[in-house]
């Protein structure tokens, strides 16, 4: 029991001398000026502390919005026959390109053609009437009342001829646009009713993708912003295009707003309906200042990076920006050809000389010199 109070007196004795010593040189630090730390560079001996250090990069850098959507044709319609009858003929291959105006099915007319055939014969001689008319009552023979009848004949024979056209019409499905043609869901000589899916047609160059991002990026949304777009049919491949319609309304359910965008698709490689993943670019920096974030320092509300001048550490104060697969912008505090230290900054006091050391150095090796 003697023994363990001894060496219990023993340590106290050499704890209270140690921080003796520790006071005493607090004290002539003190005594020398605040400058005399600095003056003599670091630790003593003329040490320089090993740290890694790298010069600023000049780079993209940008924010980014992800997003999930749908592509959709640029153009799109379901051709359904306004009249009833029979398929005559049809005259498109599918998944082919057609025409605009280009007849896709025909449907039997004979009889709107015989009723065009009746109306134009009934015209001609209605406008024989009306100029025979027109001819005695400018000679006097004839009254203004029955040259006001064959003339009203006449133009009803005139729209009789436009209604049989306008019906004849109808006995024809043509495309509305250049496109593609999808599959046909009727055959040749099948009885087709007023509004039966006969095959849709579709304008896939370019194409669009709908999604709808969160309201918080509402300010920074416009027309003509870049995005780019990935889909699973094609893992390895992004496709770009540009925004051309936000809707002026916010979805009240899920707060947030709807765009369409617009993508070139030359090769025909996107379809409609194919999930999309969007990156939108609300901002971008082409030249932004960047640093590893191991060199971003928080210090007393502050946030510094130690600058390497003349082969001395210097703290200096920095502004944030965007941030970047382990890189954070620089705004304010730094320029490009500043060097920077990446580890060893608790080590380097401000003013102390350092000396830069290869990532990968064995503690054995030699450092290299520091860079101004």
Do not use: C, H
Request: hydrophobic residues 45%.
């Amino acid at each position: 029991m003697r023994r363990i109070i001894v060496a219990v007196l023993a340590l106290g004795v050499l704890a209270g001398g140690g921080y003796g010593l520790w006071q005493f040189q607090q004290k002539a630090q003190e005594k020398s000026g605040p400058g005399a730390s600095a003056a003599r560079g670091g630790p003593p001996g003329g040490f320089a502390v090993p740290v890694e250090a790298e010069p600023v990069r000049i780079g993209r850098v940008a924010e980014e919005v992800l997003a999930v959507g749908s592509i959709r044709s640029n153009e799109s319609v379901l051709l359904r026959p306004e009249v009833m009858g029979r398929i005559a003929t049809i005259s498109f291959g599918e998944g082919t390109r057609v025409m605009a105006g280009e007849t896709l099915v025909q449907l039997d007319d004979s009889i709107p053609r015989a009723e065009l055939a009746q109306a134009e014969a009934n015209l001609a001689l209605a406008q024989a009437n009306a100029s025979r008319a027109q001819e005695l009552f400018t000679r006097g023979a004839g009254s203004g009342a029955v040259r006001d009848q064959a003339t009203a004949t006449l133009r009803t024979g005139v729209a009789s001829v436009e209604l049989a056209r306008a019906r004849l019409e109808k006995y024809r499905l043509a495309a509305p646009f250049d496109g593609i043609a999808g599959l046909r869901r009727v055959s040749p000589g099948e009885f087709v009713n007023v509004g039966q899916e006969i095959v849709n047609v579709e304008s896939i160059d370019p194409i669009k993708v709908d999604f709808r991002v969160p309201e918080g990026v509402l300010a920074s949304l416009r027309v003509g912003q870049q995005l780019s777009v990935r889909v699973d049919a094609f893992p390895d491949r992004s496709f770009s295009g540009e925004i051309y319609a936000i809707d002026p309304a916010a979805d009240a359910a899920g707060r947030s707003i709807a765009i369409r965008a617009r993508l070139p698709n030359p090769d025909g490689m996107l379809r409609p309906g194919l999930f999309a993943r969007v990156v939108l670019t609300v901002r971008e920096e082409p030249r932004a200042v960047l640093v590893p974030e191991a060199a971003v320092v928080p210090f007393g509300g502050r946030i510094l990076v130690m600058k390497v001048v003349d082969g001395k550490s210097t703290p200096q104060p920095v502004t944030l920006g965007l941030r970047r697969d382990g890189m954070v912008q620089i705004t304010e505090g730094l320029a490009e050809g500043d060097v920077v230290i990446t580890a060893g900054q608790m080590k380097a006091q401000p003013g102390a000389a350092v000396a830069v050391v290869p990532p990968a150095a064995q503690p054995g090796a030699p450092p290299r010199p520091a860079g101004g």
